[in-house]
């Protein structure tokens, strides 16, 4: 069975990309987005609660579910059979212990389908050895990398946090600055992780680097999703649920809502990702150049 898993930053796409594929016919994925099986085996501390926090969400779904039901007039019979596909597969999420029970797992939901996966984006920070076990398990395994301009993705990740903490995202931003002593963030670290890839011997035809602002721009293009179905080796999308997808996320752009007394600061720390990134791919993102020029 052929396996992909996309990686990438917060804020990057990766909760869109869930919900498109999950509705492309070829495709099988978890009900549960996010497996963080090897982030937990090869980085540990604190991505466990990660799966905690996983279950605990869903958990929390069907017991809002089951308080609908219970308040209705349906016979209990009706209220609670079949068993929801999504509850069996949450009771075998915590059935992952290791690479078998990995794969069983994530190929049970790929009958009838041609590729199965797992969308993760905290893989992005797996070292060489990590995305090496992933081919061993799976060997023609594929990865997509979404990538988003680094100033762009930290301040969307911040203007989350405040709107989460009730603070201001100035403050925030440069607090997390100020702390952060010219080490950059290991999300917006794009060098790293695509060092980490080479290092696993991952060929250039098996891993496909998605620019967010290019692939999100105006919609979703016939071209984007040309090029992500070609790469997976499935059908294309149909006409419909092109539409239907492509009007759920248009990238609109959030750099005239970054204070200006921001970027400069954000530019010189990530100045290293921006060079390596137009090094390696050569023209970037509008959104990319236009920071080196403010």
Not at 108 to 126: H, M, N, Q, W
Not at 127 to 144: D, T
Not at 225 to 236: M, P, Q, V, Y
Request: hydrophobic share 35%; aromatic share 12%; charged share 25%.
């Amino acid at each position: 069975m052929r396996y992909f898993t996309c990686i990438g930053a917060q804020k990057s796409g990766t909760t869109w990309l869930y919900e498109a594929l999950s509705a492309h016919p070829d495709v099988g994925l978890s009900p549960i987005k996010e497996l963080h099986y090897f982030d937990e085996k090869y980085i540990g501390e604190g991505h466990f609660k990660l799966r905690l926090s996983t279950f605990s969400q869903q958990i929390m779904k069907y017991i809002t579910e089951a308080e609908i039901s219970l308040g209705s007039r349906q016979p209990y019979r009706d209220r609670f059979s079949p068993v929801p596909q999504e509850t069996i597969a949450l009771s075998k999420f915590f059935g992952i212990h290791d690479d078998a029970s990995y794969k069983r797992y994530v190929t049970s939901f790929a009958r009838g389908k041609r590729v199965c996966g797992d969308i993760t984006p905290e893989y992005a920070l797996l070292p060489p050895r990590g995305f090496q076990n992933i081919v061993r398990i799976f060997p023609g395994a594929k990865i997509i990398f979404m990538m988003r301009d680094p100033i762009g993705r930290f301040w969307s990740q911040i203007r989350m946090e405040a709107k989460r903490s009730g603070k201001r995202a100035d403050q925030i931003a440069n607090n997390r600055l100020d702390q952060s002593r010219g080490v950059i963030p290991a999300r917006s670290n794009y060098k790293r992780t695509i060092l980490n890839i080479d290092k696993a011997g991952l060929e250039n035809e098996r891993v496909m680097y998605v620019f967010y602002e290019d692939f999100f721009r105006n919609g979703v293009s016939p071209s984007s999703f040309a090029n992500l179905t070609g790469f997976l080796g499935i059908n294309h999308f149909s006409e419909q649920l092109r539409e239907d997808l492509s009007a759920r996320h248009v990238h609109k752009g959030e750099s005239e809502e970054i204070p200006e007394s921001l970027v400069p600061r954000l530019y010189e720390l990530m100045l290293p990702i921006y060079e390596f990134c137009r090094g390696r791919f050569g023209a970037l993102p509008e959104e990319w150049e236009m920071r080196g020029s403010t």
